[in-house]
T-cell receptor, first 113, second 118 residues
Framework: TQLLEQSPQFLSIQEGENLTVYCNSS?????LQWYRQEPGEGPVLLVTVVTGGEVKKLKRLTFQFGDARKDSSLHITAAQPGDTGLYLC?????????????FGSGTRLSIRP | EADIYQTPRYLVIGTGKKITLECSQT?????MYWYQQDPGMELHLIHY???????EKGDLSSESTVSRIRTEHFPLTLESARPSHTSQYLC?????????????????FGAGSRLTVL
């Protein structure tokens, strides 16, 4: 059972365009993290969202946590080729072991110059 | 400046061989994890550990085994490798992130071990 569903699965856009990636679940999460992974490497943390409705900005990236803490979104403004990679959301569902961190299905993003 | 190290980075072996993937971290983290990932796909949790002498199975059933005799070391072993074990194996540890003002625990990953079983 996939607790965290990400959409879209693949996205290829032109440099300069905006995009939004979604992470959805039927479960409530105490917090959600977003990671980016490049080929041949492990995922690297981008941000953590903790409070329902929270919005965090990281340069051109904006992260939002849903009010009910069941979903999150990542919005990239004016995408650049350096944004290319696999974006993963992750978290611990309430009621599960605090150590059991699960990952979403991932969104593979490709930015064309 | 990764503080979690995995070896080997790449391994190609024949069916039936025993292999051990090494993972070491220098951050003093209690919690450590093994994830399995096919190229460009999602990560599946196969093992985790709360601390020394503690190991638990993850959501994805795996024929591999792990041990945690020392805090810094969390090796994964396959007694008899098969082609179905071909995948990337990512090790991670969990601790507080200096970058995160929320104080939430975050995962630090190694670079991964890409295993190919012929």
């Amino acid at each position: 059972t996939q607790l965290l569903e990400q959409s879209p699965q693949f996205l290829s856009i032109q440099e300069g365009e905006n995009l939004t990636v979604y992470c959805n679940s039927s479960s409530v999460f105490s917090s959600l993290q977003w990671y980016r992974q490049e080929p041949g490497e492990g995922p690297v943390l981008l941000v953590t969202v903790v409070t329902g409705g929270e919005v965090k900005k990281l340069k051109r990236l904006t992260f939002q946590f849903g009010d009910a803490r069941k979903d999150s979104s990542l919005h990239i403004t004016a995408a650049q080729p350096g944004d290319t990679g696999l974006y993963l959301c992750a978290g611990v569902a309430l009621g599960s072991s605090a150590s059991k961190i699960i990952f979403g299905s991932g969104t593979r993003l490709s930015i064309r110059p | 400046e990764a503080d979690i190290y995995q070896t080997p980075r790449y391994l190609v072996i024949g069916t039936g061989k025993k292999i051990t993937l090494e993972c070491s971290q220098t951050m003093g983290h209690d919690k450590m994890y093994w994830y399995q990932q096919d190229p460009g796909m999602e990560l599946h949790l196969i093992h985790y550990s709360y601390g020394v002498n503690s190991t638990e199975k993850g959501d994805l059933s795996s024929e591999s085994t792990v041990s945690r005799i020392r805090t810094e070391h969390f090796p994964l072993t396959l007694e008899s490798a098969r082609p179905s074990h071909t995948s990337q194996y990512l090790c991670a540890s969990k601790g507080w992130s200096d970058r995160e003002s929320s104080g939430a625990n975050v995962l630090t990953f190694g670079a991964g071990s890409r295993l190919t079983v012929l």
